[in-house]
């Protein structure tokens, strides 16, 4: 069992930048591929980053591609997910999640389903 606690959320102005944090506790975080998540008020859950194990491979969706780092600690247990030149359209509670099973091929490793454990979540707002 791994529990996910984002943190790093806040009231941010366009042209911001920050840096979302995702504290795992449990074995084996190395194993989990991780991602980043999003939700906007009304809308659906949607793909934002995630990270092969090693840390090396990294996928991007469109809309923050260029403008996200992600990232991950494997001896604290920690990802990351650093987020510049903020714009209105990134408000969002933003989601970490690890997954154990989803095979190597799945990648951008972009579908709910491909993640077992998820966060409770932290709101960024991006203020125009």
């Known amino acids: 069992q791994v529990q996910l606690v984002e943190s790093g959320g806040g009231l941010v102005q366009a042209g911001d930048s920050l840096t979302l944090s995702c504290v795992a506790s449990?074995?084996?975080?190395?194993?989990?591929?991780m991602g980043w998540f999003r939700q906007a008020p009304g809308k659906g859950r949607e793909f934002v980053a995630s990270?092969?194990?090693?840390?090396?491979?990294?996928y991007y969706s469109h809309p923050v591609r260029g403008r996200a780092a992600i990232s991950r600690d494997n001896d604290k247990n920690t990802l990351n997910l650093h987020l510049s030149d903020l714009k209105p359209g990134d408000t969002a509670v933003y989601y970490c999640?690890?997954?154990?099973?989803?095979?190597?091929?799945?990648?951008?490793?972009?579908?709910?389903?491909?993640?077992?454990?998820w966060g409770q979540g932290t709101q960024v707002t991006v203020s125009s």
């Open positions: 999640a690890a997954g154990l099973r989803v095979p190597p091929t799945r990648v951008p490793y972009g579908f709910d389903s491909d993640y077992e454990y």
């Open positions: 449990g074995p084996s975080f190395s194993t989990y591929v």
């Open positions: 990270l092969r194990q090693n840390g090396v491979a990294k």
